[in-house]
């Protein structure tokens, strides 16, 4: 370690149950952040100051001004540009801690991607909003004998729980099934930046304890807290269930499925659309475009205008449209628009 990490880092160094040989580790470890939002801003964040060696960052979203109320990395510039958070998240990152290496990773995880995007990892940490990418990471999780570690935020109630394979429950465990019926979610009921903030501090307090092979100081446990009402539970989680279909069975139902669908983005009124393999020439794309609408353009993705509907294509082939909820319309815009 040299003298200026040792400085950098001194008030960690001092804690003393992480100590030298604690920051060392951080230093050389490798922790992935799936989503960039309330909850993977704050972990990107914390974990860049903290030295975590690599950092990488998987989003497929762009930064909007109703992300900057509880987006910690994200400014007003960002969201002017429509940068995609991923790429935001690095650029800020960067300035935080130049010593610390982010990958940033501007795709949707799904099961073609998943076990490349999420390995090699010390610790994988949830940021995202739904259930069904979350059993996808407990699926790699599992098989691979990953932590990671669970969460989630909306209105002013949060919930964490550490997954650690082989010792603990994992999500399928304790969540069998996704959540039934529509959920409560960050753009119906809103959300308090202060209860996704606790939630990705606690989460990354448990993935400091896994970096730093303090494991034995995690506890099994779903933790839930509402900051509004004062309340939170506490409910422990150390025992696996056998006939769990992930982690007894270990059957790996989210990683094995191959088919690639278009995705509503519930609440937000827009769908996101990806049925291409292959990469968009955003260059060749852009020249096409700008004879039927505006196009606004970075190196990452093209916004195109083609009133009421609002395409963001990115360079993986994906795009979201925004203006519907309607998977017909959002397939045929893009079908016209970028090709089937
Ligand atoms: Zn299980």
Not at 67 to 74: E, I, K, S
Not at 283 to 293: I, V
Not at 296 to 321: H, K, S, V
Request: hydrophobic share 40%; net charge positive; aromatic share 6%.
């Amino acid at each position: 370690m040299t003298e200026r990490d040792r400085e950098r880092y001194s008030r960690q160094i001092l804690f003393a149950e992480i100590g030298e040989q604690g920051q060392q580790r951080l230093l050389s470890s490798r922790a992935v952040v799936v989503g960039c939002g309330a909850l993977g801003s704050f972990q990107a964040a914390a974990l860049a100051r903290a030295g975590v060696g690599e950092i990488v960052i998987i989003d497929r979203d762009y930064v909007e001004l109703g992300n900057l109320q509880r987006q910690w990395l994200f400014d007003e510039a960002d969201a002017a540009q429509g940068l995609p958070k991923a790429a935001a998240a690095a650029r800020r990152l960067a300035a935080i801690n130049s010593g610390v290496k982010v990958e940033p990773q501007v795709v949707d995880l799904n099961s073609h991607n998943a076990e490349r995007l999420l390995l090699p990892a010390t610790v994988i940490l949830d940021g995202t909003d739904n259930f069904g990418t979350r059993y996808l990471i407990n699926d790699v999780a599992v098989k691979h004998s990953l932590p990671w570690i669970y969460g989630g935020a909306v209105g002013s109630y949060g919930v964490m729980m550490p997954v650690l394979p082989g010792c603990s429950s994992c999500l399928a465990c304790v969540f069998p099934e996704p959540p039934g019926g529509p959920q409560p979610s960050c753009d119906t009921v809103g959300i308090l930046a202060s209860a996704s903030a606790v939630i990705a501090s606690l989460q990354v307090a448990d993935a400091i304890k896994i970096m730093t092979g303090r494991r034995e100081a995690i506890e099994a446990r779903l933790f839930s807290i509402d900051v509004w009402k004062n309340t939170q539970q506490s409910v422990g989680t150390a025992a696996r269930r056998p006939s769990c279909r992930v982690c007894g069975e270990r059957r790996f139902a989210y990683l094995e499925a191959r088919r690639r669908r278009p995705i509503s983005l519930c609440g937000r009124n827009a769908v996101q659309v990806h049925e291409k393999e292959e990469p968009l020439d955003l260059t060749k794309l852009r020249s096409t475009l700008e004879r039927l609408g505006p196009v606004r353009a970075n190196e990452y993705a093209l916004r195109f205008e083609c009133r009421p509907y609002e395409m963001t294509i990115f360079a993986d082939g994906r795009a979201i449209i925004k203006g519907t909820e309607d998977l017909g319309i959002a397939r045929s815009l893009y079908a016209r628009y970028v090709g089937s």
